[in-house]
Each structure stands twice: as structure tokens, then as C-alpha cells.
T-cell receptor, first 109, second 114 residues
Framework: DAKTTQPPSMDCAEGRAANLPCNHSTISGNEYVYWYRQIHSQGPQYIIHGLKNNETNEMASLIITEDRKSSTLILPHATLRDTAVYYCIVRGGAQKLVFGQGTRLTINP | DSGVTQTPKHLITATGQRVTLRCSPRSGDLSVYWYQQSLDQGLQFLIHYYNGEERAKGNILERFSAQQFPDLHSELNLSSLELGDSALYFC?????????????FGPGTRLTVL
């Protein structure tokens, strides 16, 4: 599975959009981009995934660049409850999830 | 609530002991995954079972073993415990075993080895 690079921490004001970047320059054609988050020490929570098209669900939007070497997770109206560590994971044929260090997102009131 | 349950929530034990962590997957899910989260190693995949059979192994020590029972619940056995085994242990489940499967995580078991 390709390796990902994320900033270690980010801040965002409550009510604003939080944009979390992820670089995955070695991603191959059949690998998907997944996002999970972990609030405090709870179990990780699935957010969204995509292959090459932009995706949106009730939690977030995922924007993948045309060359697929990077992506951005967008939380459109961040709330305090969105404070968490966000993990960008590139996943191919393996069932396991390979977690990096993630981005610690802090939503400020 | 993900629908995945793990017991116990907390476990405190001594070095050299053996413990068993239990996981019940979401209703209908056939795959169970175990992950370990320690301060220095982050979240690491340990092992994956699908419908009672071992499918993949990660960084699981020989002192650790797991199994999935006919009712699909799983147990992770940790023996000859060392201080470094102190960590959060998460179980996750998914319906099948494909790469597109969303994994649902349980609340975890916090193991403290003194």
C-alpha cells in the first residue's frame, strides 16, 4: 500500500470549513484513498473513500487531484465535536488498514 | 455506536500474566480485525479473521494469538505479558473481506501491564 504524508496538526475555527490535505505520490491505479478519524481514544471512525472522482457524503467531501497524487478531506462546517486525529489511508488489495501518524485537527470556538 | 462490542473495557494485570480480550462483531459481519495502539507505535494491524479462518497477519507477536468462533465472535489472547504490551486494543468488523469494506471499530480494551 502506498505511503501517505499529512501535516501533524491543524487548527480551524468552529463553523468554518476544515480542509485536511494528504499526499500520496506513490499511489497506484487500483488503490483507493480512505479517511478515518479517531476522537480522543475512541475506536477509529470511517469517514469517506474514493478512487479518482470527488466524493461527498453526510460527513465530508473528498477531493482527489487529477493525477491522484494528493487529496483533501473537507469538513464543510466544522464543530467542536470534529476535534480528532484524521488519518488518510491508501488501500489496495490488502484488507488491513495501515495507519500513519495522521493530522490532529483542533476546532476552536 | 458502531455495533462492535469489546470486553473488558479496562484490564490491569502484571508482567508474565495471560489475558483474553473479547470482540463481538456487528450483526452479519464475517470479518474481524485486531489492531494495537500504543503511544510509540501508533495504530498497528495485528490479525484478520474471516468466517473463522485466519486471513492475514500483521505485526503480531508470537506470544499473541487469536481465533474466531463459529458464532463469529473473536478472542485475542496475550501471554507472558510485558510492560510494552500496555496499549489500546481495538477490534473492527466488516461484512466480507474485500478492500472496499468499511471497517467498523469497537470502543477498545485498554490493557495496562504493571
Amino acid at each position: 500500500d502506498a505511503k501517505t504524508t499529512q501535516p501533524p496538526s491543524m487548527d480551524c475555527a468552529e463553523g468554518r470549513a476544515a480542509n485536511l490535505p494528504c499526499n500520496h505520490s506513490t499511489i497506484s491505479g487500483n488503490e483507493y484513498v480512505y479517511w478515518y478519524r479517531q476522537i480522543h481514544s475512541q475506536g477509529p471512525q470511517y469517514i469517506i473513500h474514493g478512487l479518482k472522482n470527488n466524493e461527498t457524503n453526510e460527513m465530508a467531501s473528498l477531493i482527489i487531484t487529477e493525477d491522484r497524487k494528493s487529496s483533501t478531506l473537507i469538513l464543510p462546517h466544522a464543530t467542536l465535536r470534529d476535534t480528532a486525529v484524521y488519518y488518510c489511508i491508501v488501500r489496495g488489495g490488502a484488507q488491513k488498514l495501515v495507519f500513519g501518524q495522521g493530522t490532529r485537527l483542533t476546532i476552536n470556538p | 455506536d458502531s455495533g462492535v462490542t469489546q470486553t473488558p473495557k479496562h484490564l490491569i494485570t502484571a508482567t508474565g500474566q495471560r489475558v483474553t480480550l473479547r470482540c463481538s462483531p456487528r450483526s452479519g459481519d464475517l470479518s474481524v480485525y485486531w489492531y494495537q495502539q500504543s503511544l510509540d507505535q501508533g495504530l498497528q494491524f495485528l490479525i484478520h479473521y474471516y468466517n473463522g479462518e485466519e486471513r492475514a497477519k500483521g505485526n503480531i507477536l508470537e506470544r499473541f494469538s487469536a481465533q474466531q468462533f463459529p458464532d463469529l465472535h473473536s478472542e485475542l489472547n496475550l501471554s507472558s505479558l510485558e510492560l510494552g504490551d500496555s496499549a489500546l486494543y481495538f477490534c473492527a468488523s466488516s461484512f466480507i473481506a474485500g478492500a472496499l469494506d468499511e471497517q467498523f471499530f469497537g470502543p477498545g480494551t485498554r490493557l495496562t501491564v504493571l
